[in-house]
């Protein structure tokens, strides 16, 4: 957090946040350049789409969460969101049965490096271990140094590396399976 600032309000996301959140998501992990004249909005609009569904359908298995700035002159923004899911092991993977996953980790760009994605994750880790369940997963692209950094300094670790099977992916960067043992309280 920078000194001075007062924590984020983490709370579950609900339906009015989906305009926020669905541009957010859409800043925080594509690039509106690359997408030209109304193809952006197009993007964000299915992202909203997805994210409605979700919302609609929260249960014990899964979580959005946002963050919401409580400090001056931001006090009530919408700064961040991340969701959760507990899961079930395929029998072919290595995962336990049970597992929880974190994904669309996101801080809007004026707010990055105060610590908003620190609190989300542990919000994950809480609702992790509220669910009684001790092993937490997360992807992430290997070139974002800034949240390889973050993960590793909470903990997780790198336990794999994919890289893309489809065509369309070529040249994209490979993602890392990453992992972190919750402690019993």
Known sequence: MVPGASPPRIRSARLEDLPCL???LADS????EDWPGF??????????TDLRQRLQYQSQTCRCLTAILSSPPWSGELAGSVEISRRLSWPWQVFPKTYAYVANLA???FC????????LLKACEAISLDWQIY??????MADNRGALRLYQGLGFKIIAMTSTAFPWGQGRPERLLMYKKL???
């Open 22 to 24: 669905a541009r957010l």
């Open 29 to 32: 992990f594509y690039d509106p």
């Open 39 to 48: 193809f952006y909005p197009l993007l964000t609009f299915g992202i909203q």
């Open 107 to 109: 801080v809007g760009r």
């Open 112 to 119: 990055r490096r105060r610590g908003i994605a620190s609190h």
């Open 135 to 140: 092993d937490l997963y997360l992807h992430v």
């Open 183 to 185: 402690k019993h309280i």
